[in-house]
């Protein structure tokens, strides 16, 4: 069986997240290089491991996790059914159990919010991983002047951390916001739609999904 190791080591896939990064650093996005695809696929993994899932899954989850976004190295527009596409090249020639190889695409097929949605417990777990790394230093520039309210809102964003309680079964956002770079209004019409999204993700897991600005529940 492929490792989530084999898939972190893989220089193909290397290069194509690399490549994804350079193109939207150009474009003026967030961080998407392994920073962001290694905590991926350490929260997906470890959502499903806390709710009991099997270790295979658990195991799927994390390689969906560290290749969710090779298809910006083609475009930001569709990259996530273009990183699907990609991702079932690359592990069809790794010789990856087709079955496998389907649930994996599915989830980074489903990963952004305009087009897609939790599907099975893998894709749940990334879209709850992927939405949630919301950090200070995913942000690339330090010229607060020349901010976004996207960059504001992830520079603001002290740390973040995702809680998951198996037996309340319950999924929760932790967000440590400086409110005087910005405030929660700013973070929720940024990312409304991302926490609906997590929100739905939650209910394929079987819990409910909750989100608190500086210790204070807002969702």
């Known amino acids: 069986m492929i ?8 220089r193909e896939i290397r290069t194509y997240i690399q490549k994804g990064n350079a193109n ?5 996005f967030t961080e998407h290089s392994f920073g962001h ?16 899932c099997p270790e ?7 390689i969906a996790g560290f ?15 273009n990183g699907a596409i990609m991702a ?10 087709p079955e496998e190889i389907a649930v994996i695409i599915a989830a980074i097929g489903n990963h952004d919010e305009k087009t897609g949605t939790a599907v099975d417990a893998v894709s749940a777990a990334l879209i709850l991983a992927d939405k949630s790394d919301v950090r200070r230093s995913r942000v690339r520039g330090r010229d607060r002047t020349g901010f976004d309210i996207h960059d504001r809102v992830n520079y603001a964003a002290i740390g973040s951390k995702l809680e998951v309680n198996p037996e309340e079964k319950e999924i929760t956002l932790h967000v440590d916001l400086d ?4 405030s929660v209004l700013d973070y929720f019409e940024i990312f409304l739609e991302r926490m609906l999204m997590c929100r739905r993700a939650a209910e394929k897991l079987g819990c409910s999904f909750h989100m608190k600005a500086n210790g204070a529940k807002v969702l």
């Open 3 to 10: 490792t989530f190791e084999e898939i972190r080591d893989n």
């Open 24 to 28: 939207l650093g150009v474009l003026g």
């Open 37 to 52: 695809a290694g905590k991926a696929a350490a929260d997906a993994g470890r959502i499903l491991s806390q709710l009991g």
């Open 56 to 62: 295979r899954e658990v195991e799927l989850a994390r």
């Open 67 to 81: 290749m969710h976004d090779i298809g910006n190295c083609i475009n930001r527009t569709d990259h996530a059914h």
């Open 88 to 97: 079932m090249n690359i592990l069809t020639r790794l010789g990856m159990d």
């Open 179 to 182: 409110d005087g770079i910005c």
